[in-house]
């Protein structure tokens, strides 16, 4: 059954799930689907480097039809993929879109990177940024442009907090600081209570996107950072930027856009 009360909007809302390695990215998707494929109608799509592993764990999880599940093989540099080049994902969710006209919502994983990786407002309405306790309590310090303001962050696996020595409080408590106020949603797979919370923060958000009455925001680009290369030399990014070549690499160009990682991405078909 699809939500009512919610206004026809020519697009689904695009909402990205950023955050490091591990931390739980694919979880939250498979939980949002399982909670509100119901109520919505849902799309994914998965960015991973080198496999489709992430679309192929949330197909097998059973919680959504396996074809609106959809994966984007990345290459290197996963964050290129959701902000500086953002040409297949787009083309990704806009497939999918057209696919299963309409929408609600289309869920977009990015690959797993480091802490300040986050997704172009061109790709997607609105993002979540997920840390987990296993990573440490004082991440949620660290800041960065995803943990500062991305829409929602999440620290999740807080059935693990005790096992790890982490004060979820505190931990929610510095990430609240570093966002200045923004929301902040302590999750466990385990506690519905919190799994309720993030559904009504998905469903608001779509609420608020089909209203018009949310506005994209980038939370900026990533720090700068390096890129060991094929030949023994690193490759510096400085998001956000122009950046020459001066020399041969392995990198692939698309006309009009700035860059994408290392092998030419693409969107393997759908699974069937
Ligand atoms: N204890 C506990 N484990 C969790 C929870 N959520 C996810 N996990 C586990 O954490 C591990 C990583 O979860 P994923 O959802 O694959 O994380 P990810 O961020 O998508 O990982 P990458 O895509 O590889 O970056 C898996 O073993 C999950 O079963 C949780 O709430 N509690
Ligand atoms: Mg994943």
Redesign the pocket.
Known sequence: MVEDDVPPRARALRLGVA??????????I?LICRELSAQMRLGVITN?IYTD??AR?LRSAGVLDPERIRAVETGACPHTAIRDDITVNLLAVEDLERDFAPLDVVLV?S??DNLTATFSPALIDAQIF?L?VAGGGDVARKGGPGIGRADLLVV?????AAYVGVDVEQMVHDAEAARGGSEVLA????DQDSVDRLSGWVRRMRRAHARGEHIPIDPGPMAPHFHASGDGHEHGHEHGHEHEHEHEHEHFHVPGAEHIGSSVPHVPPRAG
């Open positions: 955050g490091p390695v591990g931390t739980g990215k694919s979880s939250i498979a991973d592993e992430d764990f994983e690959g797993g997920v987990d999740n696996k807080t059935d693990l999750l466990s797979r385990h």
